[in-house]
């Protein structure tokens, strides 16, 4: 027993000192191809994109928003469950490092048989018990790295979906602010639907009375009428677009439909500044990059994993137990057993099973890191739209706003002409219909300028998520603390 014990032991000595090797690539990570700059340059200033934008708006509503959709919401929570989930896998595969040791405990009542060939003599009883106890260990020395390959891929999906949920984080806070904007511009569009038809209605009483005193013709009450209606029209469907938007909230901040607390007006709300300088590898830090190398990463081990099946597997097996038919002895010395084994196990002939295996690994492997540089073109594609979107938001509302103080000017002067007799009402009816239509565009580009700046934010995917964890109060990262 001691020379196979030395044997069995320089035998696992051995494979411990090679185990350090692991069959296929090791990972290298891509160069970053960003460009120097962007299309569109800002001016220096202190670093912003670590901080939580979304107070910039200065709307303590919208911060009580999206702290409750930060510990509310269900996709947050599904992918964190999600992130655990790969933990769990984790820690299963890195068990295969070690020894798996398990016990047995069993009992039976036999009977023997008179016509077998170990029959026992006539008069013996043939009814027995056996008790058998065991503590027993196995072990799969990982000599070529098959286990080794397969924890670094595991671990590499751990961290991918942690980017996952950090990236779901970043999508719902910048949803929250977006459709808190959206929200703000509907309300607005839906006070200038209201106060128009008010006012609308108030002209069309005048016309009518006019209209029984013979001052005016009944075309031009016509006119007045299918002013006010158009008016009336816009409110339902205003109001239906705001019930939506609450309903959407709703969901975001993880409660069933119904109404959202508001706080300041469209036009109050401050405009977060743009993030400064914006270095082209600032996008490095989106979750969506950061998910797809881990998973380059797992997809390279995968490849190790595949080709270590062309190698051997060496176990190591071993029980200590005791059996005795009697419960007085089971116990004692003499009903000892024991056992230790080595064992070698490989492929001979599969045809193509593993090299099956290992292609369709390659191929996955050239597939993710593919996928990993489309993310990064898109990264880089989404953050442009962003930062030109902004800038010509800004410029599209400062046009439109000077339309609307015209559009103002022509309808007052419009009435005036009216009330002199200089002009029909069609002249007037014109200016403010166009009045009415401009102001609603204006309300929609004063919402644009907000939802391109949160759009920088999000595309940026910068620093500030680590400051949403913090308000959420989620798990930390693996590995992390």
């Not at 026992?120 to 260990?137: F, I, M, R």
């Not at 990064?376 to 800038?391: F, M, P, R, V």
């Not at 800004?394 to 439109?400: N, V």
């Amino acid at each position: 027993m001691n020379k196979r014990l030395k044997k069995t032991l320089a035998l696992s000595l051995m494979a411990l000192s090679l185990g350090g090797c692991a069959v296929g690539p090791d990972y290298v990570r891509q160069a970053f191809r960003a460009p120097a700059t962007w299309r569109v340059e800002y001016p220096q200033a202190a670093e912003l994109a670590n901080l939580r934008w979304w107070e910039a708006f200065q709307d303590p509503v919208l911060d009580t928003l999206i702290a409750t959709a930060l510990r509310e919401n269900h996709d947050l929570r599904i992918a964190s469950a999600r992130v655990d989930q790969y933990l769990g896998q984790l820690r299963t595969t890195r068990s295969q490092f070690f020894p798996q040791i398990g016990y047995g405990l069993d009992f039976s009542n036999n009977r023997m048989s008179e016509k077998s060939i170990s029959a026992p003599p006539p008069g013996t009883d043939l009814w027995y018990k056996q008790y058998q106890g065991s503590v027993s260990a196995a072990w799969q020395i990982d000599l070529f790295g098959r286990v080794r390959r397969q924890s670094e891929a595991a671990q590499a999906q751990v961290y991918a979906s942690e980017e996952g949920r950090r990236g779901t984080l970043l999508t719902i806070v910048s949803s929250v602010a977006s459709s808190y904007v959206t929200l703000r511009a509907l309300d607005r569009k839906l006070e200038i639907a209201r106060a128009t038809a008010a006012n609308y209605e108030g002209s069309l009483r005048v016309f009518q009375l006019r209209f029984q005193g013979g001052v005016v013709s009944q075309v031009e009450v016509a006119q007045v009428e299918s002013q006010y209606q158009q008016a009336l029209y816009a409110i339902p469907a205003l109001e239906r677009q705001v019930a939506a938007q609450e309903n959407l909230l709703s969901v975001l901040l993880g409660r069933p439909p119904g109404p959202i607390s508001r706080g300041k007006t469209i036009e109050a709300l401050l405009l977060p500044q743009v993030p400064p300088g914006l270095p082209a590898s600032l996008i490095e830090r989106r979750p969506d990059i950061l998910a797809a190398e881990h998973n380059l990463v797992a997809a390279n081990a995968n490849i190790g994993v595949a080709r270590s099946l062309y190698f051997p597997t060496f176990s190591l097996t071993g029980l200590l137990g005791s059996v005795s038919t009697a419960m007085s002895s089971f116990l004692t010395a003499p009903a000892g057993v024991a056992m230790l084994a080595a064992s070698v196990a490989g492929p001979i002939f599969t045809f193509g099973n593993i090299e099956g295996q290992v292609l369709t690994a390659e191929a996955a492997e050239r597939e993710a890191l593919a996928r990993y540089q489309q993310t990064i073109l898109n990264a880089l594609g989404e953050t442009n739209d962003a930062l030109l979107g902004a800038q010509k938001a800004a410029e599209a509302y400062q046009l439109q706003a000077a339309r609307v103080k015209t559009l103002r000017e022509y309808a007052r002067l419009s009435r005036l002409r009216f009330e002199n007799g200089s002009a029909s009402y069609l002249e007037v009816y014109t200016a403010e219909n166009d009045l009415f239509g401009a102001e609603l565009v204006a309300v929609d580009g004063s919402a644009d300028r907000l939802l391109q700046l949160v759009a920088i934010y999000k595309a940026l995917g910068g620093g500030w998520v680590e400051a949403a964890e913090a308000a959420a109060k989620l798990p930390p990262e693996p590995g992390k603390g």
